[in-house]
T-cell receptor, first 110, second 114 residues
Framework: DQQVKQNSPSLSVQEGRISILNCDYT??????FLWYKKYPAEGPTFLIS?????DKNEDGRFTVFLNKSAKHLSLHIVPSQPGDSAVYFCAASAHNDMRFGAGTRLTVKP | NAGVTQTPKFRVLKTGQSMTLLCAQD?????MYWYRQDPGMGLRLIHY???????AKGEVPDGYNVSRLKKQNFLLGLESAAPSQTSVYFCASRGQGEKLNGYTFGSGTRLTVV
């Protein structure tokens, strides 16, 4: 039973435009939510996080939004750059472990 | 550089063989994790540890065993490898009370079971 879902396997955007990656979860016990970025042949790297007591967290070009009532979070990248092209994983944590979504491959075209 | 080191990086096993994947971290982290990544499935948690001498099952623990005899090391064992265990394995760690800082991941071990 996948508790964290990323329903879009891929997304393509033009350089300079906004990228919006979406994630849904089912477990209401999750209290922390994170986004990771992954390049081929490397491990995931932490990007940005948000706790369940907030609805928005911003770090430079990256903003994460959390809608607890809808059990939905999203990652906004503005402006998108070609170097942002990677696979993005949504993750959620309750207690001591973390569950990941299947990932969305973002391609930013010059 | 400080971080998480996984050995080996690549391995090919025959069905029924055994092997151990080693994960080492030098950040004095309490928590360590083993994940496997498969196409279309994302990362799935195999086992984890909340401290030296402790282990716990994750989402997909069957066919794997783990040990955390030293704080800095977390070993993942396959007693009798099966083709279904062909995957990329990632180890990760985090410090206590650092949930919002995310995990630090190793670069992965690509395992093929033939």
């Amino acid at each position: 039973d996948q508790q964290v879902k990323q329903n879009s396997p891929s997304l393509s955007v033009q350089e300079g435009r906004i990228s919006i990656l979406n994630c849904d979860y089912t477990n209401s016990m999750f209290d922390y939510f994170l986004w990771y970025k992954k390049y081929p042949a490397e491990g995931p790297t932490f990007l940005i996080s948000i706790s369940s007591i907030k609805d928005k967290n911003e770090d430079g070009r990256f903003t994460v939004f959390l809608n607890k009532s809808a059990k939905h979070l999203s990652l906004h990248i503005v402006p998108s750059q070609p170097g942002d092209s990677a696979v993005y994983f949504c993750a959620a944590s309750a207690h001591n472990d973390m569950r990941f979504g299947a990932g969305t491959r973002l391609t930013v075209k010059p | 550089n400080a971080g998480v080191t996984q050995t080996p990086k690549f391995r090919v096993l025959k069905t029924g063989q055994s092997m151990t994947l080693l994960c080492a971290q030098d950040m004095n982290h309490e928590y360590m994790y083993w994940y496997r990544q498969d196409p279309g499935m994302g990362l799935r948690l195999i086992h984890y540890s909340v401290g030296e001498g402790t282990t716990a099952k994750g989402e997909v623990p069957d066919g794997y065993n783990v040990s955390r005899l030293k704080k800095q090391n977390f070993l993942l064992g396959l007693e009798s490898a099966a083709p279904s265990q062909t995957s990329v394995y990632f180890c990760a760690s985090r410090g206590q009370g650092e949930k919002l800082n995310g995990y630090t991941f190793g670069s992965g071990t690509r395992l093929t079971v033939v």
